[in-house]
């Protein structure tokens, strides 16, 4: 059993027990969330169910773990002939999601 779900403009494949990195919620870890922009599930007994874009009645609950940041990218700006050079460095925020259940 798996879904499919939209978070923060991407969509992620989540099954019963994984671990999902998406944009940061502004809640607590420990408190449940559910994404209700579920794109497409497949049930215990094999059947695909799809949606046009979403599918209506279809959740994904799961508990947020932990307010996480990404790896550090570092951006290098220069303009030649001109001694001009700027580096910046940026982190993304972003929230760990333990799936627990799928509700079609």
Do not use: C, W
């Not at 959740?59 to 700006?77: A, P, S, Y």
């Amino acid at each position: 059993m798996f879904a499919i779900v939209e978070a923060g403009g991407r969509q992620e494949k989540v099954t019963p027990g994984a671990v999902v990195v998406v944009d940061r919620l502004d809640l607590e870890p420990g408190t449940a969330y559910t994404f209700d922009r579920v794109l497409l599930v497949e049930n215990a007994a094999g059947d695909i169910l799809t949606g046009a874009p979403y599918l209506t009645g279809a959740t994904v609950t799961g508990v947020i773990e932990e307010q996480t940041q990404g790896k550090k990218i570092r951006v290098f700006k220069m303009k030649r002939r001109k001694t001009e050079r700027k580096t910046m460095g940026h982190r993304t925020q972003s929230t760990r999601v333990k799936v627990t259940a799928i509700n079609a």
